[in-house]
């Protein structure tokens, strides 16, 4: 079976991920979630990480390497270019960079703009999550491109304004209580649909 491990920089994305892969994997892999605890440690030891990565899969290992950063305020393409370029230096090619025979061990995935996007994408999560929500129109406000950018301060005014978080968004209870109840196949933020396509593609 295919050990799958998924590096990210933070644990809301940790804390989401731990309920989200259940339903992702559906039993054809394992997986492991590796928190490096910021975006700036993750850039830092990637290329490292991959490498060690590299010599167990040469040791015959059957594993995949999933990284996940948000974009913040970066440039997407260069900071895709920078995980690529990681992925490239450690020997592993990625989905983006397969080998020659179309293989790949690495697949890179950046969230437009944060990991709130995806919440935000799920608007029947959000009222799983929060009772008190009323109905949301998909089509209207923060929900109308979940990838819009300013995503955890616009969820957060949101929520505020229906009281929920009055003082301040915890990200880490936010994730513990919306992941659970999202759903792949009604998610509209983009950068979510394109972290299932590499998951995906990945186990096929």
């Given at each position: 079976?295919i050990q799958?491990?998924?590096?990210v920089?933070?644990a809301?994305?940790e804390e989401a991920l731990?309920?989200l ?39 015959g290992e059957?594993l ?9 305020d970066d440039?997407?393409?260069?900071l895709k270019?920078r995980?690529?370029?990681a992925?490239?230096q450690?020997g592993?090619p990625s ?11 690495v ?16 608007p029947?999560?959000?009222r799983?999550a929060f ?9 209207s406000g923060?929900?109308?491109?979940p990838d819009?950018?300013g995503?955890?301060?616009a969820l957060?005014?949101?929520?505020k304004?229906h009281?929920?978080?009055r ?7 936010a ?6 109840n999202?759903?792949?196949d009604?998610n ?17």
């Amino acid at each position: 079976m295919i050990q799958l491990e998924l590096i990210v920089e933070e644990a809301s994305a940790e804390e989401a991920l731990r309920h989200l892969l259940p339903g992702m994997l559906r039993g054809r892999a394992r997986a492991k979630v590796i928190n490096l605890g910021s975006k700036y440690k993750l850039l830092k030891v990637l290329e490292d990480r991959l490498r060690a990565y590299r010599t167990r899969i040469d040791k015959g290992e059957n594993l995949r390497v999933v990284v996940l950063l948000d974009r913040d305020d970066d440039d997407c393409v260069l900071l895709k270019d920078r995980l690529e370029q990681a992925s490239a230096q450690a020997g592993l090619p990625s989905k983006s960079r397969p080998d020659e025979r179309g293989r790949f061990f690495v697949v890179n995935r950046i969230v437009i703009e944060e990991l709130e996007s995806w919440f935000i994408g799920d608007p029947e999560a959000l009222r799983g999550a929060f009772t008190r929500l009323p109905r949301i129109t998909p089509t209207s406000g923060i929900f109308r491109n979940p990838d819009n950018g300013g995503t955890w301060e616009a969820l957060h005014r949101f929520l505020k304004k229906h009281g929920i978080y009055r003082n301040s968004y915890p990200k880490i209870d936010a994730a513990r209580r919306i992941a659970p109840n999202m759903r792949i196949d009604r998610n509209r933020s983009r950068s979510f649909g394109q972290f299932v396509a590499g998951i995906e593609a990945m186990l096929a």
